[in-house]
């Protein structure tokens, strides 16, 4: 490496310190649940991050991860395949480091987050449903000589699984003064997978009975290769949820770590997302609607069993993203979501009067 390189490398390095030591961690949530006696329930709020969604955690990571594997150098373009919120994330990043940046993205993405990505300076090469955005986006970088940040295939690796503030390591700290300490579930969605392996990962390290969950839209791949433990297998149903709900098996989905799938409809996902509104008095997307709906099923199966407890979940991303889709009532009569009936059942398996 030439003196200049390992200039830009350090200089890169630093920034990206600087910038972790600007950021907060997030805050830990808590509901009230009245039909849930004993039972607490958490919401780890990733919305809250600089780029507006747990992706920004991932990003730091994987720019980390290609730097110091020496993958990324001055002046080089970046690109990485992404339903929306990682690249947003990532075109945060790139431009902190002065990088062009580059997302390939379904075309059904939410139009906000495009905005957003081109707001950032980065370019947006958007993909009909079928074309592997995994694969364009490696060949891309490797006709145009751009590093593949590579989220689905890294995102288990690039985090730090032993700890350094990984999302799990920071949940069980703000857990520490509560009245059940050690969660009786721990909830999050799989997109990349990367979470989930955290979490599974970490709590089997501190040795807590502590289970995770996946929450997954209902068909989709990790609900299926988790049952049978095959690498091949592919989502029967689609979904409208960002973010989750893959349409086939990433190499970054550890079924071992995780000790139950819970599959919840999209109409029941993003009535979960609209009641979140209601009892935190902001939006969250529809992948956060979709652990609320998890974690209540879990709750419930506690509450028959006359089991006490909490149950931590994770607030994913901001729910402005999707005024024009989850939001937007127009939107989703157009797209076979009959919200009223959702919503209502919802309220009454929570316990909640309408606001
Ligand atoms: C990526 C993502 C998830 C899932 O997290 P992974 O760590 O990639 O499995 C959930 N919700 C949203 C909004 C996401 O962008």
Redesign the pocket.
Known sequence: MSAADRHWLKQALASLAQEAARSADTHLLRLELPAFPGIDFYFKDEASHPTG???HR?ARSLFLYALCNGRLREGQGVIDAS????AISEAWFARLLGLRFQAVMPDCTAPAKVRLIHSLGAECVLVPAGVDASRLARERAADDGLCYLD?FGL?ERATDWRGNNNIAESVLAQMAREPHPEPAWIV?????????ATIGRYLRYRQLDTRTCVAEPTGGAFAHGWRTRSPAAVATAPTLI???GRPRVEP?FLFDVVDAVQEVDDADAIAGAWLLEDMLGRRY????GTNLVACLALAEGMRERGERGSIVS?L??RGERYAETLFDPGWLQAHGIALAPALQALRARLGTTPA
């Open positions: 969604s747990l992706k991932l339903s929306g919120s990682t989220q995102a999050c969605g799989a997109g990349t997978g990367g979470t989930s960002e973010g989750i970054g997307g529809g992948s956060s994770l994913c991303d």
